[in-house]
């Protein structure tokens, strides 16, 4: 090949090359990176059962957030409730509509306390460490999510750790952190939403009548290290999530029944979900001890 032929060829060889790699390899731009918001209302509305407080909160402060291009301050969101309603679950929700790659996207980081914070006398060394995590990854891509479970096991020094990022800030040392989003799990403040619930059940309310406001100044109060770390004043929205009653169980077993290639049969999964799950408080007996959580496992066993 003459110079001029063999130049051309590996030119349009490395841009096929690169066109290619940038196809299949996750980057931070619109292709990979971009709420579905009808998805995310359609996901909301077909598959998170009895949280209509969440849901709605939900795809209000997310589409808002994603469809600003110039937020002042990140997304934070502090999901509370019972175990098994749906916490974890909303958090893969949204990202399954955000990134393409869903809860797999190399943008979306989980933290569990117990797991990657476990002992005291690191604290100072999981701070640093939580602090360049950060830093990196939202260099990397601004609309990085990061998640943090078990938060009311979270020790004080980790929540220093993320706290300055969460606040109204133009830049911290060069980098902008307005567009990340940060979600933390717990179950403080669920005795606090049962009994909400609870009291307005026997006093002939619809479950769906309950509204954000009945429990958000509560919830905001319900992690002492919140307040005492200033977290609270960061935190845009405290979302409640009810406890399940044994219709959302119903629907759960239906799912999973699916799920495991069974014809979902409303009448078994109303005897499954007698039969099954225990219910409280002792006298009424009306929310799900386990929520939804390991319904599957439970069913495996029954079927
Ligand atoms: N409200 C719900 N609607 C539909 N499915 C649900 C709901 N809540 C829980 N599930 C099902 O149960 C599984 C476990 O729930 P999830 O992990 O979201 O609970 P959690 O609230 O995060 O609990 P924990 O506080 O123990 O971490 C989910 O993966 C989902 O399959």
Partial sequence: FEPFTTTIAVGVTAALGRTIYNYFHESCDPKWVQLNATGLQADLESQ??????????????????????????????????????????????????IYKKGMD?????????????????????????????????????????????EMDKMHAGAIDGINPFMDYQYKLDGVSYSKAIFIFLSNSGSTFITQTTLDSLKAGKE?????????????????????????SNVVDYFIP???????????????????MGLKPEHEKA???????????????????????KTIASRLRFYM
């Fill in 48 to 97: 998170l059962f009895g949280q209509h407080i969440a849901s709605r909160i939900i795809l209000k402060a997310v589409t808002g957030f994603m469809n600003n291009n110039n937020p002042k301050k990140p997304l934070v969101l502090s999901l509370h409730g019972w175990t098994g309603t749906g916490k974890n679950f909303v958090s893969q929700l949204i990202a399954d509509n």
């Fill in 241 to 259: 999530f009810l406890p399940l009653e044994s219709r959302h169980i119903v629907q759960c077993i239906m799912v999973k029944m699916k799920n």
């Fill in 270 to 292: 109303c005897e499954l979900a007698d039969e099954i799950v225990n219910y409280f408080p002792k006298d009424e007996k009306l929310f799900s001890s386990p929520g939804c």
């Fill in 105 to 149: 996207s190399s943008f979306v980081h989980i933290f569990t306390s117990e797991l990657h914070f476990p002992h005291a006398s690191q604290i100072e060394t999981y701070k640093s460490q939580l602090q360049h995590w950060i830093r990196g990854n939202v260099t990397n891509c601004a609309h990085s999510m990061f998640i943090f479970d």
């Fill in 207 to 231: 479950r769906e009548k309950l509204k954000l406001k009945d429990m958000e100044t509560a919830l905001s109060l319900s992690t002492p290290l919140f307040i005492y770390r200033g977290v």
